[in-house]
């Protein structure tokens, strides 16, 4: 069979890599890498809401009523998970478009295979076993990018490209805007020139300054207080940048509760709070903070990334081999390498990020290393003599031994979050069995929801809805609504009041807590004049850091 025929290509652009995402979901499995994409799934399920959400201020627009409806009628399928599924999958088909056409041109279909199988196992397979919907987002935008560059002049790959920055966009604005950006150098040599690749780039821009600009027309007052608090809470618990100075017994309870996540309480909680409370001491960051957050991440990244790194550094041996000196590669080097120290150190790069960033960085190099060139007439680049057989052969066995060290790692990791995957549905499946039909409170729970499978049945679902005190949600606007169901007051301080002492034992709440978060209801609780307090009774589960607590009133003079 040809090489260049439609039903080969067919064969290694979307079989071969959808059969690679099967078996690796099938063996090593699939496990949520932070507890967003469930806590997510719980909004749009609603497990922590009066009923299905259909908005998320920062995330998932659109795609929340279409999720909303999707959970009302069948609430058990895993709806938000099968939607990542899905556009992960075309993020992956893209790349390996890109790959192949990029490999093509090189007349040896074996190796093509070879190289999308080797790229898949070291650069892409952790995106399904660690599962983000970060991923999934940054991933599609720029693949959609690479995508269109790569075939300039085409309406029909314009279209698939703009229809993925869109879809990224929709799920995140800021994620797309960085895979735009990350795309940026594969994008001018895949097609082979900046002139070439401009109607696509800018087509792109175009749209994401338009959705942009709708969506900030379209705002409400509600969701431009959300985005101003989320940002705040960034740069508290994300970026390490502003650190509490209290002043007040209140203002020392609300710096409290945002350390532990405990975000509900509008009353101490709130934008006030973070301008009078917090400040920015940027010797301090500049001189402890940045040199420690980038000897963690540096560190993490030669353990978790060398099979990426060793591949960087071959594709700038590669790079020296040309007649002359690059300025562009090594200005896109440069560029790569300072982005990821500013993430590191200066805001965040958890794993979810860092990844997709590097493996655009290969694909950058990739395009780079396989553009024609005139002398090459269309198959590979302008070189100096070629590496000696003693080189190559080193080469080879690294090769060999890379893929060796990191399928161990892979296994080892597959092994740790299984473990994981079971402590924690254990927990979630004693915490279950204690509530019975009781109203369940929830918490310091939030990383049970880590390492399950975005996959799997909804966890809590037939105990909906869960009131959780704890985490991004608990400052949702869907939060208010659910207290004044279950309650009647939004305020989170006289809803949980009502709840702990407005019934008999028989239907009283089930209070599930971590002991940090039942201290700080305590003092708050205190704060207010509430007379009761939290007893723990037992642990839950295997997890000895939730336990059941009891609620018993407190008589006052």
Request: include cysteine; hydrophobic fraction near 50%; glycine fraction near 8%.
């Amino acid at each position: 069979m040809p090489s260049h025929s439609r039903f080969a290509v067919f064969l290694r652009v979307v079989l071969l890599p959808l059969g690679l995402v099967a078996t690796t979901v099938a063996g090593l499995g699939s496990y949520c890498e932070a507890n967003d994409d469930l806590s997510l799934a719980w909004l749009f399920s609603g497990v922590i809401a009066a009923r299905p959400v259909a908005s998320v201020p920062l995330y998932f627009h659109g795609y929340g009523h279409a999720l909303a409806a999707a959970y009302a009628a069948a609430p058990a399928v895993p709806w938000f998970g099968l939607l990542l599924g899905a556009l992960l999958s075309a993020a992956t088909v893209l790349v390996f478009a890109v790959l192949d056409k990029l490999l093509r041109a090189r007349g040896r279909p074996g190796l093509a295979v070879l190289v999308l199988v080797g790229f898949f196992g070291l650069a892409w397979l952790e995106h399904w076993q660690w599962f983000s919907y970060v991923r999934v987002a940054l991933l599609l935008a720029g693949a959609g990018v690479l995508f269109a560059a790569q075939r300039p002049g085409r309406r029909g790959a314009l279209a698939v490209g703009l229809a993925a920055l869109l879809a990224a966009w929709l799920m995140r604005p800021s994620l797309a805007v960085l895979g735009l950006a990350a795309a940026l150098p594969a994008a001018g040599w895949l097609a082979g020139s900046w002139r070439r690749a401009a109607p696509v780039l800018g087509s792109g821009a175009v749209l994401l300054a338009l959705a942009t600009a709708l969506a900030a027309g379209g705002q409400t007052p509600e969701q431009a207080h959300a985005q101003a608090r989320d940002r705040y809470f960034a740069r508290i618990l994300d970026f390490d940048q502003l650190r509490p100075q209290s002043r007040t017994p209140a203002d020392s309870l609300g710096t409290a509760a945002v350390g532990l996540w405990l975000m509900g309480d509008s009353a101490l909680v709130n934008e006030a709070l973070c301008q009078r409370a917090y400040a920015f001491n940027a010797r301090d960051f500049v001189t402890h903070e940045v040199p420690a957050k980038l000897r963690l991440r540096a560190g993490l990244l030669l353990r978790d990334y060398f099979p990426l790194l060793l591949a960087l550094v071959a594709t700038g041996l590669v790079a020296t081999r040309r007649a002359r000196f690059q300025f562009s590669f090594w200005l896109v080097q440069a560029g790569f390498a300072g982005a990821l120290v500013f993430l590191a150190g200066i805001l965040k790069l958890p794993p979810r990020l860092e990844l997709p960033l590097l493996d655009f960085w290969l694909l950058a190099n990739l395009a780079f290393v396989f553009r024609p060139t005139e002398s090459g007439k269309g198959r590979g680049v302008e070189t100096r003599p070629a590496f000696s057989p003693g080189l190559l052969r080193a080469g080879a066995v690294a090769a060999v031994a890379t893929v060796l060290l990191y399928g161990a790692k892979t296994w080892h990791r597959r092994q740790v979050l299984s473990q994981e995957q079971a402590g924690h549905l254990q927990t979630l499946r004693a915490i279950e069995q204690a509530a019975g039909g009781r109203q369940l409170i929830l918490a310091g729970a939030n990383d049970l929801l880590k390492s399950l499978s975005p996959f799997g049945q909804t966890v809590l679902d037939e105990h909906k809805p869960v009131l959780q005190l704890s985490g991004w949600t608990s400052h949702d606007p869907s939060q208010a609504a659910l207290r004044q169901a279950l309650s009647g007051t939004s305020d989170q301080t006289e809803c949980l009041r009502r709840l702990a002492l407005g019934a008999g034992p028989p239907s009283r709440p089930l209070w599930v807590l971590s002991p940090e978060a039942a201290g700080w209801l305590h003092k708050r609780w205190q704060l207010a004049n509430v007379r009761a307090e939290l007893r723990p009774r037992r642990a839950i589960g295997s997890d000895s850091t939730l336990q059941v607590y009891e609620v018993r009133p407190v008589k006052g003079p």
